[in-house]
T-cell receptor, first 113, second 112 residues
């Protein structure tokens, strides 16, 4: 298995633009998590899905952020419009049974100018 | 505040020495997990210890859990340069909850 796949690995955009981050979880995993990591705030959980259904989006910072999981093998995190304070590394992780280990993707480093 | 908080924030030791990192948490838990993050990479799961376990080993890693003190420690023995990374503990947000809360991590540097 290739592990959790994220794209793009790096994204540089200008303030106000729409940004879409993509994630392919490990096949067969039924939980998918989106995290954001910054020096100031550490690793924050934004939202997670179980069997493609959003379970908890309380970590989504504001309405500019949205996430979807149209099927078991694909999820997106969208920021519209983007702002400089959204600059961070965004990680996607998946797990088979939530109390067990989470497998993280390599992350997307987002820079909003 | 964070559910899990690591101590120290940074640790620098010589290759071959042992490294000990600590994690404290606030609420009752079912399990506690440790992850490693190399610079510029995603987190990698190291070990999970359940609330009814007191100690667990995996290779050069030894994890202890003291539920009465709400604390855990990660010991890396005979450290290597490749162990240079940040180490995070993670606990369920609420006992039985689905999501993990990560601490701020301990940045470990192994000097050759």
């Amino acid at each position: 298995d290739a592990g959790v796949i994220q794209s793009p690995r790096h994204e540089v955009t200008e303030m106000g633009q729409e940004v879409t981050l993509r994630c392919k979880p490990i096949s067969g995993h039924d939980y998918l998590f989106w995290y954001r990591q910054t020096m100031m705030r550490g690793l924050e959980l934004l939202i997670y899905f179980n069997n493609n259904v959003p379970i908890d989006d309380s970590g989504m910072p504001e309405d500019r952020f949205s996430a979807k999981m149209p099927n078991a093998s694909f999820s997106t995190l969208k920021i519209q419009p983007s702002e400089p304070r959204d600059s961070a590394v965004y990680f996607c992780a998946s797990s088979l049974v939530t109390y067990n280990e989470q497998f993280f993707g390599p992350g997307t480093r987002l820079t909003v100018l | 505040s964070q559910q899990g908080e690591e101590d120290p924030q940074a640790l620098s030791i010589q290759e071959g020495e042992n490294a000990t990192m600590n994690c404290s948490y606030k609420t009752s838990i079912n399990n506690l997990q440790w992850y490693r993050q190399n610079s510029g990479r995603g987190l990698v799961h190291l070990i999970l210890i359940r609330s009814n376990e007191r100690e667990k080993h995996s290779g050069r890693l030894r994890v202890t859990l003291d539920t009465s003190k709400k604390s855990s420690s990660l010991l890396i023995t005979a450290s290597r340069a490749a162990d240079t990374a940040s180490y995070f503990c993670a606990t369920p947000r609420i006992q039985g909850a689905q999501k993990l809360v990560f601490g701020q991590g301990t940045r470990l540097t192994i000097n050759p």
